[in-house]
């Protein structure tokens, strides 16, 4: 299990991570007492820092926490020269900056993490595998009766929800591994757990998405049931009844949709970084939504946008080359539409790769991070 794997890296564990508030208001931090000691030592961590354990402990001077007085500089050092450990200089990978800075730029950092070849290379099947479960739907689509539509989209769903947890699962796995050994991670280091979490996976986002798209449909079939047939007159009080199921019909959507969207791209770094139950992800999901939901909402519409800007060029081709931008639409033929599908699920690639990569980085900042403004004093 990748908790198991991770002990003493400072993953899964915060036993001995310290947080450090510089005089400038910038928050850092170091992930053992050891790496804290060297980085004053060295002056690259000023003196008349703040350090605390944990979001809920207080915030304490330097020379009234045991681990680091022994470092205290010495009184009668000269003013005219400055001691070395005032000096803040640029920290290593050992401390980063913390907030919605420190965020924007591990945003940044996620595009080098999520370019690897090995990435990349599952994402590309992914999105290949993607574009095959489209195409035998289209080509199937036609022998289903009216009726029964229904059964083609959900036979689609359920192998597409397989394929986008394996892939998280691989990508999650590897990138957790990089932030705690600050090494690229090898594939064989998280094949065992690969199908575990991806099964665990992808039963909690089938329970989440199974609640929601399952509500959706419900509201939007309630207007059939509640008037069946169309009348000439209409009640008063069956037209106020239809009027206040589609209000709250197109309410939910417009919040079910984006929760959906949260649910997919956090639950796999909930689940794998922590190596939680099914139960305790969705717990822990939910708990995050709460506490922190419009930060999220901030921070994914930032990942969309730079995923964008990575697909575009790869998109906008195949869309010119369809006829759907800058030409006549037309339904596309049997030949034409494997090949549009297959193109479009592997120009996604990039997309894929950076948003699970980038949501790795979120999560960790908003689970371990995110507990105060960095103006804070």
Not at 63 to 90: G, H, I, Q, V, Y
Request: glycine share 8%; hydrophobic share 50%.
């Amino acid at each position: 299990m990748l908790a198991a794997k991770q002990k003493g890296t400072g993953m899964a564990s915060s036993a001995d991570q310290w947080y450090i508030r510089l005089p400038d208001g910038r928050v850092l931090r170091a992930r053992s007492t050891e790496v804290l000691r060297q980085y004053l030592k060295l002056g690259r961590v000023p003196w008349d820092s703040r350090v605390r354990r944990s979001a809920d402990a207080p915030w304490q001077t330097l020379d009234r926490t045991e681990e680091f007085a022994d470092l205290a500089p010495a009184e009668e050092a000269s003013p005219s020269e400055p001691n070395p450990r005032t000096k803040a200089r640029p920290a290593a990978p050992e401390l980063r900056t913390l907030g919605v800075r420190g965020l924007v730029e591990e945003l940044f950092n996620a595009f080098d993490s999520s370019l690897q070849r090995t990435k990349l290379v599952a994402a590309a099947l992914t999105g290949l595998g993607v574009g095959i479960v489209l195409v035998i739907r289209s080509v199937a689509d036609p022998l289903f009766p009216s009726e029964w539509k229904w059964a083609g989209y959900l036979g689609a769903a359920f192998p597409l929800l397989v394929l986008f947890s394996i892939c998280t699962s691989i990508l999650t796995q590897m990138t957790a591994l990089e932030l705690s050994r600050y090494r690229p991670a090898r594939f064989s280091e998280i094949r065992a757990g690969l199908f575990g979490y991806a099964m665990r996976l992808t039963c909690a986002l089938s329970l989440i998405g199974g609640a929601i798209v399952g509500l959706i449909v419900l509201l939007r079939c309630l207007p059939d049931w509640v008037a069946p047939a169309p009348a000439p007159e209409t009640g008063f009080a069956l037209e106020t009844l239809l009027n206040v199921v589609n209000g709250t019909r197109l309410l939910l959507e417009v919040i079910g949709w984006p929760i959906l969207i949260l649910a997919m791209l956090l639950m796999g770094p909930i689940l794998i970084v922590e190596d939680l139950s099914i139960g305790q992800g969705i717990r822990e999901w939910l708990g995050m939504l709460r506490q922190h939901l419009g930060r999220i909402y901030l921070y994914q519409a930032l990942a969309f946008a730079f995923a964008a800007v990575m697909t575009l060029p790869l998109v906008a081709p195949i869309l010119l080359a369809s006829g759907f931008v800058g030409g006549n639409p037309h339904p596309l033929s049997l030949s034409e539409s494997v090949s549009f599908n297959l193109l479009v699920g592997i120009a996604l690639t990039p997309m894929l790769a950076y948003l699970l990569v980038a949501h790795v980085f979120i999560y960790l900042n908003l689970r371990y991070e995110f507990f105060y403004s960095t103006r804070d004093r």
